[in-house]
């Protein structure tokens, strides 16, 4: 059985920074970052393809950084700037490489307020 297990947030001040981090047990065709705020739809913020460029959404372009490891099967999103909209809950999301299947991970919160 396929392992998929997101840590990381918290709680940080306006301005602060944060590191999200994603492990899966199988080679991923692709690796997502989604965050769904209160009372809103969740919405895809970071695309990365194995071996393709990386997609960040506007609103988090220039302040967020993804980074993957192909050999290990991980991701990372760095936050900085931190702002209280970017207060969600915060999932990781992929596709392994052989069966095709979509994986979630458990969802992580991250609040940002003085």
């Known amino acids: 059985q396929v392992q998929f297990v997101e840590s990381g947030g918290g709680l940080v001040q306006p301005g602060g920074s944060l590191r999200l981090s994603c492990a899966a047990s199988?080679?991923?065709?692709?690796m997502c970052w989604y965050r769904q705020a209160p009372g809103k739809l969740r919405e895809l913020i970071v695309r990365?393809?194995?071996?393709?460029?990386?997609f960040y959404t506007d609103a988090v372009k220039g302040r967020f950084t993804n980074s993957t490891d192909n050999d290990k099967n991980t991701a990372a999103l760095q936050m900085y700037n931190l702002k209280p909209e970017d207060t969600a809950d915060y999932y990781c999301?992929?596709?392994?490489?052989?069966?095709?299947?979509?994986?979630w991970g458990q969802g992580t919160q991250v609040t940002v307020s003085s």
């Open positions: 199988t080679s991923m065709y692709y």
């Open positions: 999301n992929g596709q392994d490489s052989e069966a095709g299947n979509e994986y």
């Open positions: 990365k393809f194995r071996g393709g460029s990386t």
